[in-house]
């Protein structure tokens, strides 16, 4: 089967994304200064959902499976939270918000913030421990927003 002309994105590279990823998230586990890049991914789900770029929104739904498994959450929490703030809060933030980095600030609060509350109520409701917390989400949040301001 032929690619078309204008998707010439090459899938060989994508994989060897997803490798890179997998080591440095391994790394970011034993290496607590090195950020998860879960902001970032957060970034990339919503450029790929707006371009209606599938094998990119499929590439980084894995990439997010692989973030909650190395950290301990429930499969397919985060994929489920980033879609829902993708559909319901982040067009009111863009309609109300003019300033493009108050927008990218946002993104990764929600996507760090907001997924604790996710993962605290989903604890709740299935009798888990509830997720722990550490103050290098500080941090990531800081190291993340300068990331995201380069992309």
Known sequence: MQRSIPNQKS???????I???????????????LPPLF??????????LNKNDTISVVL????LII????KGYILFSSIIYLLMIYKFVLPKIIQ???CDSCIKISY????????????AF???IFLLPPPSVNYYIIYYIVIEFFIVSLL
């Open 96 to 98: 109300n918000t003019s």
């Open 19 to 33: 490798v890179l990823f997998i080591v440095y998230e391994s790394l970011s586990s034993i290496y607590l200064f």
């Open 11 to 17: 899938i060989k590279n994508s994989f060897i994304y």
């Open 108 to 119: 990764i609060l929600f996507a760090y913030i907001g997924f604790y509350l996710v993962n």
């Open 122 to 124: 989903f604890s709740n």
């Open 67 to 70: 973030f909650e498994v190395e």
């Open 60 to 63: 980084i739904a894995f990439c």
């Open 39 to 48: 902001g970032v991914l957060f970034v990339l789900l919503i450029n790929a």
